[in-house]
């Protein structure tokens, strides 16, 4: 029961931290007009599309490459969408390397990521 009383204590930490305040901070801000909202979940869905076309040993389409280009270039116009995205990229770099730690620490083999 230890392992999940620090676990929980980590958690609480994460929550604390300036990576995850700058996350939602910046959420707040860049969420608070609905059309910056709708055009980034626009932009994770064509990117998990394009991603899941890699994985299966694809290209994405050029359509799909060409959405993802243009709702790239319209959110980089849009500094609030920017500082989101720039403090999203933050804390799950903090979260991955946290589980790196922890995985290295058990020897679990982690190589399959780096492809």
Known sequence: MQ??????????QMKQSEEYQAYCEAKEKAFAEQLNK?????FLEISRAANAA???GQEPSAELVEQYNKLMSVLSLNTDVQD????EHRLNQ??????????????VDLS????
């Not at 392992?3 to 609480?12: G, H, I």
């Not at 709708?38 to 626009?42: R, S, T």
């Not at 903090?94 to 020897?107: E, H, S």
């Open 3 to 12: 392992n999940y009383d620090k676990a929980y204590e980590l958690a609480k």
């Open 38 to 42: 709708d055009l980034y979940k626009k």
């Open 54 to 56: 890699h994985m299966a």
């Open 84 to 87: 989101f995205m720039l403090a």
């Open 94 to 107: 903090m979260i991955g390397d946290i589980f790196k730690i922890l995985a290295d620490a058990v020897q």
């Open 112 to 115: 399959f990521l780096e492809d």
